[in-house]
Structures are given as C-alpha cells and as structure tokens.
C-alpha cells in the first residue's frame, strides 16, 4: 500500500497565505508527477498544480501566480504554498501521486478562507 497524509489546511482571512504538505510512504523519486487537486463543496475535483521530476510544472490558471508547488525526494514530500487566497480557493484539497500507472490520493485537508 501507498500512504499519502496531507497537512496544513486551516482557516486563512483572504489575501492570506498557508503551505500545504504532502508525506508519502514510498519513495516520491520513484513516481513521475506529482500533484495537488481540490474539491469545493457541489463542484467537481480539480487539478490544482502538479510538478514532475524533471521540474515540468502545470497549474490551474486560476492559480498561476499566486499557489507554487514543490517536492522534496529526500524526505518524500510535497508541498504547496498558496499566497494571496481568496474566498474561492475555499476546498478540500487532496495530494496525488501515481506509481506504475496507478493514482494515490490522500484523505484531503480542508481549507477555509474567509474574512
């Protein structure tokens, strides 16, 4: 089994900033992409940001600007820093990696940012 637990979420006030974390039981080197989605409540979950080994980055262009994603090998984590939120980043977002083919995902940490 794969074991993805992320950490970070909260309440934030808009313009705020917060960094999300992602551990994995397995070795993220190992895995190609790597990436964060959200789901707000009566929405569909959406790709966020997602970073590959190589440092190929994608993001949602709602985001671009403003949310950075990262991953650190050594210590099997993912990161992603949003700064300047706004209300509408309000969701619980869920870590990803994908090993042969076949998708992880983590429990999901919520995040709220209102004023």
């Known amino acids: 089994q794969v074991q993805l637990v992320e950490s970070g979420g909260g309440l934030v006030q808009p313009g705020g900033s917060l960094r999300l974390s992602c551990v994995i039981s397995?070795?993220?080197?190992?895995?190609?992409?790597m990436g964060w989605y959200r789901q707000a409540p009566g929405k569909q979950r959406e790709l966020v940001a997602s970073?590959?080994?190589?440092?190929?980055?994608n993001y949602l262009d709602s985001v671009k600007g403003r949310f950075t994603i990262s991953r650190d090998d050594t210590k099997n984590t993912v990161y992603l820093q949003m700064n300047s939120l706004k209300t509408e980043d309000t969701a619980v977002y869920y870590c990803?990696?994908?090993?042969?083919?076949?998708?992880?995902w983590g429990q999901g940490t919520q995040v709220t940012v209102s004023s």
């Open positions: 970073r590959t080994t190589s440092g190929i980055t």
């Open positions: 990803n990696a994908a090993y042969g083919g076949r998708n992880f």
């Open positions: 397995r070795s993220i080197a190992s895995s190609y992409v």
